[in-house]
């Protein structure tokens, strides 16, 4: 029974928080009823980023983006840098916004 259950959460989250494209990413955030999804699923991946970027640093390997000490990124943060990404260059309305937040966060704090 616990495996069923398990499994149902499994597909319950995976059919809309699996990824996000760019197209659905705009749909979503102009939407009060579905941006919380967006800001959540955006929440977990720069908290990823975030530790792979601490993982590094632990093993003295350069960093994936150097985000300045006393700013703490939150997902309106992560919304704007995925927007200014997507204006700057002519993004696929297909891309992952995952790949778009990692593009955004290297280009905005690059490690000198």
């Given at each position: ?13 995976h059919s ?43 093993k003295g ?52």
């Amino acid at each position: 029974m616990k495996i069923l259950g398990a499994l149902i959460l499994l597909i319950a989250f995976h059919s809309d928080a699996a990824a996000y494209n760019l197209e659905l990413f705009k749909e979503r955030i102009s939407n009060p009823a579905t941006r919380e999804y967006i800001e959540f699923y955006l929440t977990g991946v720069g908290n990823g980023y975030g530790n792979a970027n601490a993982r590094l640093e632990m093993k003295g390997e350069p960093l994936i983006y150097c985000q300045p000490r006393n700013l703490t990124l939150n997902p309106d943060n992560y919304i704007s840098l995925i927007q200014s990404i997507a204006e700057r260059y002519d993004v696929n309305p297909n891309q992952d916004v995952a790949v778009l937040l990692l593009m955004a966060l290297e280009q905005e704090f690059p490690c000198q």
